[in-house]
């Protein structure tokens, strides 16, 4: 604006910055009494991810690891196409921190259906509905789910 107008000390007036009405609540502290303050809205409390304890990665872990890359390649190209995985990678379909999510959960045999794997990894909600169960039976064949002890009637295991 100091270059529109040279004849004019502070610039052009119809291009210079405009000082605002109220500054901040610093500057005029009842400017902003008249605004109403909204608070935003608390969402129930939701199930949050667990807490996976430092492990010391063994041999059934590098294999599931191993199991896991196969499968995400192979269905990676089978859903985008070699193209797709050549020019971008097949971190587009599942991230690399999914992958040692996934792991880092079977430690804990936790994995033991869809929405638990949803919840733990945060992956596209189209991609758990659809690939889910195969990632379970991935994970279920090196770190077999723990069974839950049968309950009687009372609710009480016998």
Known sequence: HLHCDDQDPSGCKRC???QPVRCCDLCSPGAFDDIQCIDPPVHGTSQGKMR???YEPSEV????????EEWHLCTTQQKLGNLAVRQWGPQ??????TLDRIVDCATTRTLNSVEVL???????SEFILEYGQEILDIVHIHFPPVLEPAQNEKGKAP
């Open 52 to 54: 996976v304890g430092k």
């Open 92 to 97: 587009l379909f599942m991230s690399n921190q």
């Open 118 to 124: 949803r919840v733990e990894t945060q992956w596209k």
């Open 16 to 18: 210079c910055p405009t």
């Open 61 to 68: 872990h590098e294999k599931l690891r191993t199991s896991l």
